[in-house]
């Protein structure tokens, strides 16, 4: 079952010229599946990512996550159907700096009105080796560490799916492997749907098919 | 049209789907009413879930105990074509005859060596077989996989080389995780015609790191996410016996492990395959 299904997506910017930076992307993700979006900088993986989230609005065709039109939804609409059903993991980490990692792991949970599943996210604090830094505030953690707890807290409100765009970006080679492959074996664990995307094709190797894109559109590995 | 009053009716059947993802719903009254009405609903629906649950389970028993038949039934035919082709090559036959039995001979190896693999990763994945991850020391898992592989490699004229570090715990299944790492080795030393494999470790936060590093032919990027798949076999190595599967079974024991698997190749230069098990 897809979980996740563009159609013609395209998003061109009118700055005197056009840009084209996404350029009629067709492509599906299978529920559970680990997928890697991989090209250099300026192909046009971020702007991808961004339509994929709903963080953006595209110039035409369509994103399907789990049979919705995202951008058929109003603005509002949107943003609670983002918060409820896709977590976001960036390069920079955006936890919130006053609050320990405990509290940024639960707060999508709590903004949605919800009693958070303690048996849920301690498996997940436990799978992330973030235990003993529960009560620690994130400028107590290694750039790892707190790429870490993003992670937890974007698998803590169990989304249909994670999106993931260069999290290794602000890492060294070796926290970057622990990140990825934590990032790995909790998808597996937890059976999460996740889109990495990523310029290193070493670390796009790491997921189970690897989509290959350029100036906008996909030049390979697209098919299963 | 919801109107406010109703606003209890709402938390009333929040509260009951809480306790159905809980596990934990029961229909607390019977009346005319309503939610009376819906709480028998949902416990219905719940139970429905819980018999095609059953249904799943006991449908796996039957994959279960098909693969404990195929693999006790086929195991008397084959040893007796393996001993009777034996037989045969031993009555004096013309050099064109020897030539057909030796190609039965290999032909029952490989079936032979099909039917374990199959045996192995469906009892992986219908879960006759439990992997238990327990601490242990990482040196004792490769000393044992290499050991296991020394026989194959001294037989090539290539030598194992182990970088010893450290004392590094991780979790691990002992029997199948050896297996695992035999299997990475086996298919290592397969691929390389001169040079070395070298065995290294690499301590990170959460994982240690067994790098299997190879002089051999090398992977082709575009081939690189298919390397851990079911029967995949590059079309460079239709010349080598095998049948794609080694390396797909140590993935599965890994990943059951905790653990994961990743591999990185130039082409003509050799590969490395990197086995990362949870760090204790």
């Known amino acids: 079952m897809s979980v996740l299904k563009t159609s013609n997506l395209k998003k061109h910017y009118h700055t005197g010229a056009v840009v084209k930076a996404v350029d ?19 192909s046009g993986k971020s702007t991808l990512l961004h339509l994929l989230g709903g963080l953006d609005r595209p110039t035409d065709g369509t994103v399907e996550i789990n049979g919705n039109l995202i951008y058929a939804m109003k603005d509002e609409e949107l943003t609670i159907f983002r918060r409820r059903n896709i977590g976001f993991v960036f390069q920079s980490y955006n936890l919130i700096p006053v609050l320990s990692v405990e509290e940024n792991i639960l707060l999508p949970i709590q903004l949605d009105g919800n009693k958070p599943d303690m048996v849920f996210v301690d498996r997940i604090i436990e799978t992330l080796g973030i235990a003993d830094k529960r009560l620690s505030m994130p400028n107590q953690l290694s750039g790892g560490q707190q790429q870490r707890v993003a992670i937890a807290r974007a698998l803590a409100s169990k989304p249909m799916i994670i999106l993931a765009d260069e999290p290794t970006g602000n890492l060294d080679s070796k926290s970057g492997m622990d990140v990825i492959g934590l990032l790995k074996v909790s998808g597996e664990k937890f059976g999460q749907t996740i889109v990495l995307i990523t310029h290193n094709t070493e670390i796009a190797q790491m997921a189970d098919r690897t989509v ?11 098919s299963k | 049209m919801i109107f406010w009053p109703d606003k209890k009716l709402l938390q009333q059947l929040d509260k009951m789907i809480d306790e159905a993802i809980a596990g934990t719903f029961h229909t607390e009254t019977y009346d005319e009413s309503l939610l009376s009405k819906i709480e028998s609903k949902m416990l219905k629906f719940l139970e429905q879930s819980r018999l095609r649950q059953e249904q799943i389970e006991g449908e796996r028993g039957h994959v279960r105990s098909l693969i404990g038949d195929i693999s006790h039934q086929t195991k008397t035919p084959l040893a007796n074509m393996a001993l009777y082709t034996q037989l045969l090559a031993e009555q004096g036959l013309t050099d064109e005859q020897a030539k057909l039995a030796d190609q039965i001979a290999i032909s029952t190896d490989k079936l032979n060596f099909l039917i374990q693999a199959l045996v192995k990763t469906s009892r992986l994945e219908s879960g006759v077989i439990k992997i238990e991850p327990k601490p242990g020391d990482v040196q004792v898992l490769i000393a044992a996989a290499v050991a296991d592989c020394e026989s194959l490699a001294a037989a090539k004229g290539i030598t194992i080389h182990v970088h010893h570090t450290s ?42 790191g067994i790098d299997v590093t190879d002089t051999g032919r090398g992977i082709c990027e575009d081939d690189l996410p298919k390397v851990f798949k079911r029967f995949w076999r590059a079309e460079e190595s239709a010349d080598k016996p095998g ?7 140590a993935c599965e024991i890994i990943t059951a492990c905790g653990g994961y698997l990743k591999v990185s190749s130039r082409l003509g230069k050799g590969s490395t395959i990197s086995v990362f098990l949870t760090k204790v």
Not at chain 1, 27 to 32: A, I, K, N, T
Not at chain 1, 212 to 222: F, L, Y
Request: proline fraction near 0%; charge should be negative; aromatic fraction near 12%.
């Open chain 2, 243 to 249: 049948v794609g599967i080694g390396l797909f079974l």
């Open chain 2, 167 to 208: 004392l590094l715990t991780a979790m691990y299944d002992e029997r199948w995780c050896t297996e695992a790492l035999f299997n990475i080795l086996e298919n290592a030393v397969k691929y390389t015609e001169n040079g070395c494999v070298i065995v290294t470790t690499t301590e990170y936060e959460m994982f240690v």
């Open chain 1, 24 to 42: 009629g992307i067709d492509f599906e993700v299978e529920s559970g599946e680990f997928v890697s979006i991989v090209g250099s900088s300026g």
């Open chain 1, 212 to 222: 290959r894109i350029e100036d906008g559109r996909i030049v390979g590995g697209a």
